[in-house]
C-alpha cells in the first residue's frame, strides 16, 4: 500500500495529538517541547514495533544462528533523529512539525545522550548494532543499564569537574522493560558439588546472594528505503527495579550500604578508559551482564528447540574485549549442568561459540581479578576456572613440553590472579584485533604465546564507523554533495564512494565543497556561542572565536597521555610563542579546538586539560596573537557535540605514540566528514592512508610503532637531551615552568608536573615522556606547516579533502560486520518475512481501532 506524502503528513500529526491527549492529558498547544517530543516518539514507535516484531519472529521461526553481542559499554547517544535517517522520514517529519510549528532541532535535542560507555569501544559497539540491524543479521545487544552514564565534564578554571549524568530523568519512549525477561544471579554462596549423568562435577551453591537482573530493550533501526526495515533488539540489564535486591534485613541492622549494594550493581558506568582498577562491584557488574544474558540466550534457544543439541550451531556471542570474558566459565558451568556435557565437551561447545575481540595494548588495561575475589564472590566460576586452567595448561605442556616458563605466562592463574585475556583466548575459536597494525602487535607481542599455539585463532578485522549516522544524518549538505554526484548507493554501499574522486580536481565541486564547510563551521560556531561557559573565552560571543575562513583544527577524543593531545597543545604554544614574536609570522588563521573526558582519578589528565585552559587564555588575553590563533576546550564531548564538531573539521588530530592506538573510529568520522589528517604511523591510520594512497594523504609524520618499540627496549631515548639540542622545543618547555601562562601558584604546580613528566618521570615507576611528545614533536611541527602552506590554497585543500572521503569506502562498519559475519561467526542474512510483516500490519490496524463507544447513527 503506497500513501500520497500529505496522507502521511496528516496521519503522523493525528498520532501526535492523539498521544498528547491520551498519554499526557494535553492539547496541542498547550504542550511543552519535551511533551511534544515524547508524543512524537510514541507515534514513530508505532512503525517502528510492526517491524521490531515482525524481525524477531522471522528470526525465532527461522532456527538461524544468531549473533549475540556482549558488551559493558555501549554508546547510541541520540536515537529519535538517527531512527528517522534510518527509516528515510527525515524530510517528512521535517514538513510535519513546521505544520505544527515546532523547530526540528528544538525537538531532537529534547532527547537526553544515551551516553552508558566510556569512548571507542562503546561507540564501536552502537556502530555495529545500526550495521547488523541494517544487513539484517540476526542479532541481539547485551549490556548494561546503568543509571548514571559517563559523568559530564564541567570546567571550572580549566579543572575538570564531574557530575553524575542523569539520562533517565525523562520517561524514554524508546526503551521497553520486559519483566517477564527477569532472571536471577548468584552471588556468593555455599558450594555444593553433584555429578551430572556423565559423573561429571556439577557445581551449586546454597545460601547465595540472588539477584535480580530485569532486562530493558532498545530498538536498533537498520536503514532502509523500503518500509521492511530489519530491528535488532539492544538488552539492558538493571538491578534497579527489583524490590528483592534490596535487602531489608541488613538495613535493620543498620548497615545501609551493604542492604543497597544489589540495587546499586547497574547504577554507575566505571568511568575509566584503558585503565583496570579492579574493584568488587565492577566484578559484579562483568559477572551480572554475563549471567543474565547467557540465561536470555538458552531461553531464546528453548523456544525452537527441545535439547541444547543444536546450541553450537545456532549460537554465536561476541566478547567485546575482555570485560565479559567469564562468559567462558559460565557457558561451560551451564552445559555441564544442563546439558550433561563433560567439561572437555562443555570446553569445545563454549569454544565453537565464542569470539573475543581485544581493542588496546595498554598493560595497565589488561583485566586481572584477584583469585580470592573470584573464590569469594563467584565460587562456582571459581572452581571451573580451575578446571579450564588445568586442561589449558596440560595442553600447553604437550605442545610445548619442557617450557615450564612458558606455562607460566600463558596460564589462566598466576601470583594469585585470574586473567581474564588468558581465560578469553582460551575459550575462543577466533582472537582478533581492530586494525592491522593492532593484530600483528597481538601476534608478535601481548599475545605472542598464544599466537605460536593457535596460530589460526587470531586474525583481523578493521574497525568501522556507521556512514548513515556520521554522514548522511550529521552533515545532511556534504551528503547531499555526494549524492547529487554518485547516487545515495554509499549510504549502504560505502566502497561505492570510490565513485566520488573523478569530482576531486573539478572545480566547481571544490568550490561547493568549500562552502559546505563553511556552512558547517559557521553552524558550529553558532552552537559554540549557545554553550555556558566556554573555557579560554571572555564571553561566548562570535568575537570569541575566530571566523570559518580560520583553520579548524580538532583534537576530540577521550583524554590520555598515549593520545598525545600534551603535543598538540605544546604545538599550539610554540606557534603563540612565534605569533608573539612576529605577528605577521602565519598567514593561516588557527583555532586549535579540544573536547574529551579525562578518567575521574587520571591526574595527568586533568593536568593535561588544565594545561590546556592556561594556554588558551594567556592566547585569548593576547591581543596581537588572538586574531591570528585560538585555543578551544568544548567541554562534556559526548556523541551529540561530536555530530557538530566533526562536520567542521578541516584537520583530524591523529597523533598517537605508533603502537599505542588500536584503531581510533574518530579519525574515520572525520574523515567521511573533509577533514585531512595530520596522523602518526598508528592504528587504523595506516590502511586508511594505504586507501585514500600516499598522494593525498601528506601529512603522516613521526616515528614508527617499530622505531618506538626499539627504544623502549633499548632505553635510548633521552627527552633532555632533545630540549637542550633544540631552541624551539627549549622555548616551549621553559613557559610550562616559568609562570608565563599561569596566574596562580596551583597552575604553576600543575605546569610543572607536566614539565617533570616529560624530563624525568617518576622514578622506578614510569620513565621520562613515556609517550615520546617530544621526540615526535618537532615532526608534528614540519608536518603542520605543510598543513599551513596547503590550506592557504582552499580549492587545492578542497581537491584533497574529496580524494580522502573517496578512499574512505572500507571504513564501513558495515564492512566490518560483513567479515565479522563470514570469517568469524558464519552467519547469514534473515530478513523480516513479508509475510509476518503482513500480518502483523494487519493484526495492528485491526487491533488500532478504538471501539469502546457505541457507533453513531
Ligand atoms: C577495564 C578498563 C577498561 C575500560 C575500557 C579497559 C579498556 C577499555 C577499552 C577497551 C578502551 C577502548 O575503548 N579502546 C578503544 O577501542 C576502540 C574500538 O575498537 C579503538 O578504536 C581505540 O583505538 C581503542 O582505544
Known amino acids: 500500500m503506497s500513501f500520497t506524502l500529505e496522507y502521511q503528513i496528516e496521519s503522523v500529526i493525528n498520532k501526535i495529538k492523539h498521544y498528547l491527549i491520551t498519554t499526557m492529558g494535553r492539547s496541542l498547544d498547550a504542550a511543552s517541547d519535551a511533551e511534544f517530543y515524547r508524543a512524537f516518539s510514541y507515534a514513530l514507535r508505532e512503525e517502528v514495533m510492526i517491524n521490531w516484531t515482525a524481525t524477531r519472529n522471522t528470526i525465532e521461526k527461522s532456527k538461524s544462528r544468531k549473533i549475540y553481542y556482549l558488551s559493558m559499554e555501549y554508546m547510541p547517544g541520540r536515537l529519535l533523529g538517527n531512527n528517522l535517517t534510518n527509516i528515510a522520514a527525515i524530510e517528512l517529519v521535517q514538513q510535519v512539525l513546521k505544520k505544527m510549528n515546532r523547530g526540528f532541532k528544538t525537538i531532537l535535542s529534547i532527547e537526553p545522550d544515551i551516553g552508558i560507555g566510556n569512548g571507542g569501544l562503546g561507540r564501536l559497539a552502537s556502530c555495529f548494532l545500526d550495521s547488523l540491524a541494517t ?115 541488613r538495613y535493620n541492622a543498620g548497615q545501609l550500604d551493604q542492604a543497597a549494594e544489589n540495587t546499586c550493581i547497574t547504577d554507575v558506568l566505571y568511568p575509566n578508559d584503558n585503565n583496570e582498577v579492579g574493584k568488587r562491584i565492577r566484578l559484579k557488574q562483568e559477572f551480572l551482564l554475563v549471567s543474565a544474558s547467557l540465561q536470555d540466550i538458552f531461553h531464546h534457544h528453548a523456544r525452537t528447540n527441545s535439547s541444547l543439541a543444536n546450541f553450537a550451531d545456532e549460537v554465536r556471542i561476541q566478547i567485546n574485549d575482555t570485560h565479559p570474558a567469564l562468559t567462558i566459565a559460565e557457558l561451560v558451568r551451564m552445559l555441564i549442568k544442563n546439558n550433561n556435557s563433560t567439561l572437555e565437551e562443555a570446553l569445545e561447545i563454549t569454544k565453537t561459540c565464542c569470539s573475543y575481540t581485544n581493542h588496546t595494548v595498554l598493560k595497565e588495561a589488561l583485566e586481572e581479578w584477584n583469585e580470592s575475589r573470584i573464590q569469594n564472590l563467584l565460587p562456582r566460576q571459581y572452581h571451573i576456572i580451575q578446571s579450564i586452567n588445568q586442561i589449558f595448561c596440560n595442553r600447553i605442556r604437550e605442545k610445548f613440553p619442557g617450557d615450564e616458563p612458558r606455562v607460566q605466562r600463558m596460564s589462566i592463574i598466576g601470583n594469585g590472579q585470574i586473567k581474564m585475556a588468558n581465560l578469553a583466548i582460551f575459550g575462543s575459536h577466533h582472537i582478533n584485533g581492530v586494525a592491522k597494525l593492532h593484530s600483528d602487535i597481538l601476534k608478535q607481542e601481548m599475545f605472542k604465546d598464544f599466537y605460536e599455539m593457535f596460530p589460526d585463532r587470531f586474525t583481523n578485522v578493521t574497525n568501522g564507523v556507521t556512514q548513515r549516522r556520521w554522514l548522511l544524518y550529521c552533515n545532511p549538505a556534504l551528503a547531499a554533495f555526494i549524492t547529487t554526484r554518485i547516487g545515495s548507493g554509499w549510504v549502504s554501499h560505502f566502497e561505492e564512494l570510490r565513485k566520488l574522486s573523478p569530482f576531486a580536481n573539478d572545480k566547481i565541486s571544490q568550490e561547493e565543497f568549500i562552502t559546505i564547510k563553511h556552512c558547517n563551521k559557521q553552524a558550529l560556531l553558532d552552537y559554540l556561542a549557545t554553550l555556558d561557559s566556554l573555557p579560554g573565552c571572555h564571553s561566548n560571543s562570535h568575537n570569541s572565536f575566530l571566523g570559518v575562513d580560520a583553520l579548524f583544527d580538532i583534537h576530540i577524543k577521550r583524554v590520555h597521555e598515549y593520545k598525545r593531545q600534551l603535543m598538540n597543545a605544546l604545538h599550539a604554544l610554540i606557534l603563540y610563542q612565534e605569533l608573539k614574536a612576529n605577528p605577521l609570522a602565519r598567514k593561516v588563521k588557527r583555532m586549535v579546538i579540544f573536547a574529551g573526558k579525562a578518567a575521574p582519578g587520571y591526574k595527568t589528565a586533568k593536568d593535561i586539560i588544565r594545561f590546556i585552559y592556561c594556554l588558551a587564555r594567556t592566547i585569548m588575553q593576547d591581543e596581537k596573537v588572538s586574531p591570528y590563533l585560538r585555543v578551544l576546550f568544548i567541554p562534556n564531548y559526548n556523541v551529540s557535540s561530536a555530530e557538530k564538531i566533526i562536520p567542521a573539521a578541516d584537520l583530524s588530530e591523529q597523533i598517537s605514540t605508533a603502537g599505542m592506538e588500536a584503531s581510533g573510529t574518530g579519525n574515520m568520522k572525520l574523515t567521511i566528514n573533509g577533514a585531512l589528517t595530520i596522523g602518526t604511523e598508528d592504528g587504523a591510520n595506516i590502511e586508511m592512508r594505504e586507501s585514500v594512497t600516499n598522494t593525498w594523504w601528506p601529512f603522516a609524520f613521526g616515528k614508527s610503532s617499530e622505531e618506538n618499540r626499539q627504544m623502549q627496549r633499548d632505553h635510548s631515548y633521552s627527552p633532555l637531551r632533545l630540549i637542550e639540542s633544540n631552541p624551539i622545543l627549549a622555548q616551549a618547555m621553559e613557559a610550562l615552568r616559568n609562570r608565563s601562562l599561569i596566574e596562580n601558584d596551583a597552575e604553576h604546580e600543575t605546569l610543572c608536573s607536566l614539565y617533570t613528566s616529560l624530563t624525568e618521570g617518576i622514578p622506578y615507576e614510569s620513565p621520562p615522556d613515556r609517550y615520546f611528545v617530544l621526540n615526535d614533536l618537532l615532526s608534528f611541527y614540519a608536518t603542520q606547516k605543510k598543513v599551513e602552506d596547503l590550506y592557504s590554497n582552499p580549492l587545492r585543500w578542497a581537491e584533497y579533502a574529496i580524494h580522502n572521503i573517496a578512499g574512505m569506502g572500507p571504513f564501513s562498519a558495515d564492512v566490518a560486520i560483513k567479515t565479522y559475519a563470514e570469517k568469524i561467526w558464519g552467519l547469514q542474512v534473515v530478513p523480516p518475512d513479508p509475510a509476518e510483516l503482513e500480518k502483523i500490519r494487519a493484526e495492528y490496524s485491526e487491533l488500532d481501532r478504538c471501539r469502546i463507544l457505541p457507533k453513531a447513527n
Not at 541481539?140 to 552514564?149: D, F, L, N, S
Not at 539477584?211 to 530493550?217: F, N, Q, S, W
Not at 526495515?229 to 539492544?234: G, P
Open 135 to 249: 544487513l539484517q543479521y540476526p542479532a541481539i545487544g547485551y549490556g548494561m543499564r546503568y543509571h548514571y552514564g559517563i559523568f559530564e565534564q564541567a570546567l571550572w578554571c580549566g579543572i575538570q569537574l564531574e557530575r553524575p549524568d542523569c539520562w533517565l530523568l525523562l520517561e524514554n519512549p524508546w526503551e521497553f522493560r520486559r519483566d517477564s525477561h527477569a532472571v536471577n544471579v548468584d552471588f556468593n554462596g555455599k558450594l555444593v558439588t553433584m555429578k551430572n549423568a556423565r559423573g561429571e562435577t556439577v557445581y551449586s551453591v546454597v545460601d547465595q546472594e540472588q539477584v535480580r537482573a530485569l532486562p530493558y530493550d532498545l530498538p536498533i533501526i537498520g536503514y532502509n528505503t523500503s518500509s521492511n526495515f530489519s530491528v535488532v533488539t539492544l538488552r539492558l540489564w538493571s538491578t534497579k527495579e527489583s524490590p528483592h535486591n534490596f535487602q531489608l534485613q
